[in-house]
């Protein structure tokens, strides 16, 4: 059966929701959560990651009633065609500071533990036109690429961070929940970058064959994020403790570089770990920009999107450049995107499906699975 | 789609030009390895500016003489500045070698170094931010000067790092050895206010021998432990792993020896503004030796010894709980660690004045519960 | 041997109708006709003969000496015919197109026999191999399938031996080849397609499919490629391969190619399709997945732990021998850390003295090997096998010796070069040798890192790459549980029931009747043939 479709199937779909969120925040992750709450950051991510199941559900809910449509495509729809269109282009913008934030952190990670010398420009235009490379294949290679880097990443970063195990201390993760809840809820919004990434699947689930079937993968794979932030808050915490681990910027790295695997003659692991991490990154700014150079071109009402992505990295290289420092960037993401991300991520969906629902649009439910 | 192709070579263009340099590209022979560092606060006939805090001396294999002959294969050097960081740009104007200390297995703390508050702080703050450290090493005090480390010829190793790195090692099997990392350090340096247990390293001419350990409070060296007290300070902070434990029995000296050594803690009980605290020692083992012709295969022999062993334990223990308590002034043993992490609402009361209440008003009982499982090859 | 079914193109339609000169019925002005067509050809025979009581009926046969088989037409033809002419009455008006008439049905023992009227198709005929016969006084000629040429003898394909396997191979033979394939298919179900491509050289091609089990846009999409070739010659599969592959850029092949029947046999079975070339020995697949170039025929025949092990093998294997290099130079360059301390010092040790950066070192040892390997396959058997061990040995310690590589690099290498041995597929380890050099550069630029940014691009484009519309890296995306089973491990055979889920139909090819073999108890005549 020879195949010649731009859809995703729901495996592709779960796997792109991972690779996606897992990016570069995952490294300070344990410091934030430590820093906002102590023993009990873990809490925050169990909390945002029920918050986000919910907002998985709005979407997923929006886009079923527009089988087969991206939001760029149904938002025309709801709100009409301009309005529709300025969406669509803010929500390029949007992706656009994403991937030039993603980018820039990644560099500075990369040239803390990698590559010290090397300048900055060209770490970052080696990623961004190998991302540049892939996008353009199309939404097919983007998904296949997620799908194949994932067991490729995961395996060996389960297998060493289970090893640290002689370093990990459990009872630094006590005293539990002795927090006021008041602290809790004012952490939220700080942390909510951490599961940016729920948005996109306003677009990919308009790529798949059967939107019905969204539902499992990306409830999955929200869970699946969440254990796997709470494993490594957890194990960051009880190796290093909940005061320690706040003053280093990431700890992560901090907590592979104390594992060593018994027996295997490698013994610093923090170089090939953090070469994995690349993938990451690698499959998050892709998927990401795929859906900008697909924003930009709906936006602009062009068929192709292929053509936009060369332009659109040089405006993110661009934009990567523009913070002086690792701390003005810190400054720049926790002033832009608690706001940015709960916007597109809660607001703008619910908004549509509202309205949607006001305006009885759509297919109705039975109808559409 | 012209322009497209145009532009497509123009990028690959430019990153061939763009990756024209190997920037830091630096060939394995063009590495010298340091594997350990001393610190020592400088010593005035060798300050060379007002400014100059610190002597740091360099262990360094020479690499050709690795395989033959025998005798050792380093050479050692050092460098006086104000900065650790600024110590290691200075080896850049000796060195056709650029150092790298990925491998660095052991730091060394000189004891003016530990006596100086600020001085320790800067230094850690150095080592731990610079990427190349890695916060495993070892670290260790020397009674002196650190830099006597690196006299030492070893008698059967080719290289001084290892050497000393595999005596830490026997942590394992003897508990008057204390195993401290670097990254250990400053986690107990943080979580204990500035107080901490590190190992003691004295410097022969052909050995080293890592016995004692110095204890510090307030980021200040206050004092020292013998071996003997650093294996208790080991059963105390459920860090022993095996090790021999000597008693007499109705004038036989014998030795318990054992593998693993567990403690743990319980409140026994809070009572008139005092907590009293228990640490329940548990460890199992062997005898290792008695005396020809008494036989002590006999279970109700070896639950006598077993009764010195704990009695042993538990003197020892409350003996140096109550030296912490009233001569160095500070909970280094743990109790703190458990009253914050276990009984929270309690450890918020005293929060404040911890220190005083710690000295004053907690009791620390220390029950031992041994069981002797073997006795070797004979009865 | 063999009709010919003609599916041209409008533009050769149109060069028939201009160039077809019917036959005269003049033996003799066709005899002349040919010779000047055929001039300066002095391999081609012109047999004239007489036949008949009276010895008045001129017949010409023509062949090429050396294509056809003379024995053959001997007692075919000139035996035969001395018979028969015999048989025609004198008298009959149009002698020859009774004579005609007898001949052509009935007269020649000979299995093929078909007519022509034109110059184009006897000249064809005579050139693949048949004769043709001409007879007087008619314009249609007959041609014999008479070809006999010299050819190699069925024996095992060199290039793919196997340990446990059948031993025969394809040959330079089109028709053997193809009853070597329908051996293997007894099934009415098993097509071929007979096409001639190659304007000069109208070289048999064979397309063979299993009709229920093809898709059918993959057979059409085949065809429809072949079509679209416009050449002058095909000399070998190579360039048929190389005409309709999608992507001529990439480094990895996506056409299949081998010379075991067995393995063009079981291909067919999983719904892929084969093309045949007339010439040479191997054979096409299509399509082809990465994972299908990592299998090999006796994967199958042995056990599943076995095949499992070994593919395994492969696998890591293909690996090492693309980032092996890379990762050398990565890590003594630019993270030694990575490395424990006693390693690394005794690293730096074996590269005191030595003038060049890694970089170089590693580029001199991987092409002073690739020479080496080259020089290996040049020579005659005797010497080659010998250069190539004497010359590995002495070049590397020589060089190793001079203090211009260092002995780590020696095995880094070796490792490599033995690791590339062990792919099954010829070109994919050609791709994996080209790419590791890319690799190299990636590494000595910007260490680890270089090396991932490398190793994503060659993911991102393998996994752009569709082989004949399918995914090149199926079932390694879009995955299918069922297809998994014949990955990195082979699951036992009577598992494996299905076939590969995007390429065929008729899914189910195998049923588990594991439980019947382990039931000792019984009874006779439970039919275990399944």
């Known amino acids: 059966m020879i195949r010649n479709n731009d859809t995703i199937s729901p495996y592709q779909l779960a796997m792109i929701t991972i690779m996606t969120i897992i990016s570069v925040e995952v490294f300070s992750l344990a410091a934030e959560a430590a820093d906002e709450l102590g023993t009990d950051g873990w809490l925050i991510i169990v909390i945002l990651g029920i918050i986000n199941i919910f907002a998985a559900l709005v979407i997923i809910r929006l886009n079923s009633i527009f089988p087969g449509k991206t939001i760029a495509e149904y938002s025309q729809i709801i709100i009409g065609k301009v309005p529709g269109k300025v969406l669509t282009g803010l929500f390029a913008v949007y992706l656009i500071i994403v991937i030039a934030y993603v980018t820039r952190v990644f560099t500075e990670v990369v040239k803390m533990f990698l590559l010290f010398r090397t300048p900055t420009e060209v770490i970052m235009l080696s990623l961004v036109l190998v991302c540049t490379y892939t996008v353009r294949g199309g939404v097919e290679c983007v998904a296949r690429v997620n799908e194949l880097v994932f067991p490729i990443l995961f395996i060996p970063f389960f297998i060493v961070l289970i090893f640290g195990y002689p370093i990990m201390d459990f009872s630094n993760l006590l005293p539990v929940l002795q927090t006021p809840p008041e602290k809790i809820l004012a952490s939220i919004p700080r942390m909510i970058f951490s599961f940016g990434g729920i948005e996109l699947a306003l677009y990919y689930i308009g790529f798949m064959k059967e939107p019905g079937k969204a539902y499992k993968p990306l409830i999955i794979s929200i869970i699946f994020i969440l254990l796997f932030f709470v494993m490594i808050t957890v194990f960051c915490i009880a190796a290093f403790g909940a005061k320690t681990v706040t003053k280093i910027i990431w700890p992560l790295a901090a907590y592979i570089r104390t594992v060593s695997l018994p027996g295997v003659f490698l013994e610093r692991l923090d170089g090939v770990i953090l070469s994995l991490w690349v993938l990451t990154v690698f499959t998050t700014i892709v998927s990401v920009l795929f859906i900008a150079s697909y924003s930009i071109s709906k936006a602009a009402g062009t068929k192709e999107q292929k053509q936009y992505v060369l332009p659109l990295v040089m405006i993110i290289y661009y934009l990567a450049l523009q913070p002086q420092s690792l701390a003005e960037l810190y400054e720049w993401g926790n002033l832009i995107f608690p706001y940015a991300v709960a916007a597109f991520m809660y607001v703008v969906p619910a908004a549509l499906l509202l309205t949607a629902k006001l305006r009885k649009m759509g297919v109705k439910r039975n109808e559409s699975d | ?379 | 041997m063999g009709f010919l079914s003609n599916r041209k193109s409008g533009k050769d339609k149109k060069e028939k109708e201009m160039g077809k000169l019917i036959n005269s019925k003049n033996v003799d002005e066709n005899k002349r006709r040919l010779k000047e067509r055929l001039k300066d050809c002095d391999d081609i025979v012109y047999k004239e003969f007489r036949v008949g009581e009276q010895q008045d009926l001129k017949f010409l046969l023509v062949y090429a000496d050396g294509m056809s088989s003379s024995d053959m037409l001997n007692d075919a033809v000139l035996n035969a015919l001395m018979v028969h002419a015999r048989e025609v009455p004198p008298e009959a008006k149009e002698p020859g197109e009774e004579l005609y008439k007898l001949v052509r049905y009935g007269g020649l023992p000979a299995s093929e026999l078909a007519d022509k009227d034109n110059l184009e198709d006897a000249v064809l005929a005579i050139l693949i191999g048949d004769a043709v016969l001409f007879i007087d006084t008619t314009e249609k000629c007959i041609v014999i399938g008479a070809k006999g040429w010299p050819m190699r003898g069925v024996s095992e394909p060199n290039t793919e031996a196997l340990i446990r396997g059948p031993r025969d191979g394809f040959t330079e033979t089109f028709r053997v080849n193809t009853a070597l394939v329908r051996r293997r298919i007894r099934d009415s179900r098993l097509k071929l397609k007979q096409l001639r491509v190659g304007k000069r050289s109208f070289t048999d091609i064979g397309v063979m499919y299993i009709e229920d089990i093809v898709s059918p846009e993959l057979l059409e999409e085949v065809f429809r490629r072949i079509d679209t070739i416009d050449i002058d010659a095909i000399i070998e599969s190579g360039y048929i391969e190389q005409l309709i592959e999608d992507d001529y850029m990439s480094p990895f092949p996506q056409i299949s190619v081998t010379e075991r029947p067995d393995e063009v046999a079981a291909s067919l079975y999983e719904g892929r399709v084969a093309i045949l070339v007339d010439n040479s020995p191997f054979a096409l697949i299509v399509p082809t997945t990465l994972n299908s170039l990592f299998q090999s025929p006796e994967d199958y025949y042995d056990r599943w732990y076995v095949a499992s092990i070994l593919r395994f093998i492969r696998y890591m294997a293909s690996i090492l021998s693309m980032v092996l290099p890379a990762a050398y130079i990565a890590v003594t360059s630019f993270h030694p850390g990575i490395l424990p301390a006693k390693l690394v010092i005794s690293m730096a040790a074996a590269r005191q003295g030595i003038p060049f950066p890694v970089l170089i070192e590693a580029f001199i040892m991987e092409v002073t090997f690739e020479l080496l390997r080259e020089a290996g396959l040049r020579l005659p058997v005797p010497i080659g096998s010998a250069i190539g061990i004497v010359g590995g040995i002495v070049i590397g310690s020589a060089a190793v010796e001079a203090g211009i590589v260092s002995p780590i690099m020696v095995i880094i290498v070796a490792i490599t070069a033995i690791s590339s041995f062990s792919i099954p597929n010829y070109s994919l380890a050609v791709g994996f040798r080209m790419l590791r050099f890319l690799l190299m550069i990636f590494a000595g630029t910007m260490g680890l890192y270089g090396i991932m940014l490398g190793v994503l691009l060659i993911l991102s484009h393998l996994v752009k790459l569709k082989s004949f519309g399918i995914p090149y890296m199926s079932p390694y995306v879009s995955f299918v549980g069922s297809d998994f089973k014949d990955t990195i491990v082979r699951v036992p055979t009577f598992l494996m029931a299905k076939r590969p889920v995007l390429l065929a139909r008729d899914k189910i090819r195998l049923k588990n009747n594991r439980n019947l073999i382990n039931r000792l108890e019984q009874e006779e005549g439970s039919d275990d043939k399944k």
């Open chain 2, 1 to 379: 789609m012209r322009a497209i192709k145009s532009m497509k070579a123009a990028a690959i263009l430019l990153c061939v030009l763009l990756l024209t340099g190997c920037w830091d590209k630096i060939e394995i022979e063009d590495r010298l390895f340091v594997l350990s560092i001393g610190v020592d606060s400088v010593e005035l006939a060798e300050k060379k500016a007002s400014k100059d805090k610190y002597t740091l001396s360099f262990v360094s294999p020479v690499v050709d003489q690795i395989k033959e002959g025998p005798g050792p294969a380093f050479r050692t050097y050092k460098t006086v500045d104000n900065s650790i960081i600024m110590s290691l740009s200075q080896l850049l104007e000796r060195f056709s070698k650029k150092q790298f200390f990925g491998h660095t297995r052991n730091i060394f703390f000189g004891e003016d170094v530990l006596k100086d508050e600020k001085l320790l702080k800067e230094i850690l703050d150095g080592i731990s931010r610079y990427h190349e450290f890695h916060n495993s090493m070892y670290a260790y005090i020397v009674p002196g000067r650190a830099e006597e480390v690196f006299k030492v010829k070893p008698m059967y190793d080719k290289l001084l790092a290892p050497y000393i790195a595999g005596i830490i090692e026997n942590s394992d099997y003897t508990s008057k050895v204390i195993k401290l990392t670097l990254s250990d350090m400053i986690i107990m340096l943080e979580n204990q206010k500035g107080g901490l247990v590190i190992p003691r390293i004295n410097p022969g001419k052909e050995e080293v021998k890592i016995s004692g350990a110095g204890v510090l409070k307030d980021y200040k060296l206050i004092g020292y432990l013998d071996d003997q007290e650093t294996s208790v300070y080991n059963w105390l902070t459920d860090k022993a792993k095996g090790g021999d434990i000597a008693v007499e029995y109705k004038g036989i000296s014998t030795v318990f020896r054992h593998f693993d050594f567990d403690r743990k803690i319980e409140l026994s009980k809070v009572e008139n503004g005092n907590i009293y605290l228990n640490y329940i020692m548990e460890t199992e083992g062997s005898i290792e030796e008695f005396m020809i012709g008494k036989e002590i295969l006999d279970n109700v022999l070896l639950k006598e010894i077993s009764r010195e062993v704990e009695k042993r334990i538990e003197n020892e223990g409350e003996k140096l709980i109550k030296k912490f308590q009233q001569e160095f002034k500070a909970d280094l043993i743990g109790a703190r660690d458990y009253l914050s992490k276990y009984q929270p609402k309690l450890y918020k009361t005293i929060e404040k004045d911890y220190e005083k209440f710690f000295i004053d008003s907690i009791v620390i009982e220390v029950t031992a519960n041994v069981s002797i499982r073997r006795v070797g090859l004979i009865k």
